[in-house]
């Protein structure tokens, strides 16, 4: 007799504004804020294929897989200009991986440059670029006119500068909005059961049942089959039965800013183009087929405001899908991320969740 194998669902809900005097890292989760990039990773700037901005940062993820040796980080990235809103082209999904011998040994190297640096300075410490026959005067050495904006270029590189073996900021043009980061905690969905709702969240339930037609909280307290027909008979007013699916599932907790399960099934919010498993690439790397592994949900819209209080940029989906390599193949040695596939579901009542 075949037997079905549980699927674990992780549920990511918002966990309090990450204050920007602190250093994340690669190892955090969060919404928002520039990628913490893994030690042995460089990043050029993604940009939008339709408009050829600049991406902002949506979400970090550090989702290293079991029986695997390698950190490994996903930063999802979108455009926010409104005219790409919804479009899976105005979306990038990288994946970065290391070893941890990676990271001792360009700890190793960054050790060595520095004693390095120093040995130099000293070196040529009281070489000042002068001839023999110039003296310097008592009070100091006086900088030539055009030497301000070399200075000043000096400091400003050193500011980026962290001593921080774990933490690594990209760096990001300064037009390129970034929104407010969130931290992002992690529980197991079969863990919700004792999860007890807010009065906003009631709100939201109380409205969609309302305008919908159903009973969200008398099919949740009711697992007999007797309930399960009234469900499956309800139709929604406006006939998305995906969607009044989608809000089924999320309603024990609809706070909920993303949803993982490796290799597991999505939750689809609308109803899904026909073949969709066909659309998912493969690797374009190793040729293996992708998989599931998280999306990002329609509760995450009202946190992506921008960090800059002078800056009013947004950013409207449904649901965002990922698909990653089944493998999770990596070139040793590579410091380029592996770009992955996702797919954009434009939400259908969006004024759910403001």
Avoid at 78 to 97: D, F, H, M, Y
Avoid at 243 to 269: A, H, N
Wanted: glycine residues 6%; aromatic residues 8%.
């Amino acid at each position: 007799m075949a037997t079905s194998i549980h699927e674990t669902v992780l549920i990511g809900i918002c966990d309090g504004v990450i204050d920007q005097t602190k250093n994340t890292s690669y190892r955090t989760n969060k919404t928002g804020d520039r990628p913490d990039l893994l030690p042995v990773i460089t990043l050029q700037q993604p940009t939008c294929a339709l408009c050829q901005r600049g991406l902002s940062q949506v979400v970090q993820i550090y989702c290293p897989l079991a029986a695997s040796p390698y950190h490994r980080t996903i930063n999802v990235f979108a455009c926010t200009n409104p005219q790409c809103s919804g479009k899976s082209e105005s979306w990038i999904v990288l994946r970065s991986q290391c070893l941890d011998d990676d990271i001792k040994s360009r700890q190793n190297s960054k050790t060595i440059e520095s004693a390095m640096s120093r040995t130099d300075w000293c070196d040529e410490a009281d070489d000042w670029g002068m001839d023999n026959d110039e003296q310097v005067e008592e009070s100091g050495v006086q900088m030539p006119n055009d030497s301000t904006g070399e200075g000043n270029d000096v400091s400003s590189r050193l500011q980026d500068l962290c001593i921080d073996g774990d933490h690594q900021s990209a760096l990001q043009p300064t037009d390129v909005p970034v929104f407010q980061p969130f931290y992002i905690s992690v529980m197991e969905e079969t863990d919700l059961d004792g999860f007890h709702d807010t009065d906003h969240e009631n709100e939201l339930l109380r409205e969609y049942e309302e305008r919908e037609g159903v009973i969200v909280r008398e099919i949740q307290s009711c697992g007999s089959g007797e309930a399960q027909e009234e469900y499956e008979k309800a139709t929604a007013k406006h006939g998305d039965e995906v969607f009044t699916s989608f809000m089924k599932k999320i309603s024990f907790c609809p706070e909920q800013v993303l949803r993982y399960s490796w290799d597991g099934s999505p939750l689809f919010i609308t109803e899904p183009p026909s073949g969709v498993s066909q659309m998912v690439p493969c690797c374009a790397h190793c040729g293996s087929p992708r998989v599931f592994e998280f999306q990002l949900m329609p509760a995450l819209v009202s946190l992506l405001g921008s960090a800059d209080t002078n800056s009013d940029v947004s950013l409207e989906f449904g649901t965002v899908l990922v698909y990653t390599c089944r493998n999770s193949c990596w070139k040793s040695g590579s410091a380029a991320p592996v770009e992955e596939f996702l797919l954009v579901q434009p939400d259908p009542d969006q004024k759910l969740f403001k």
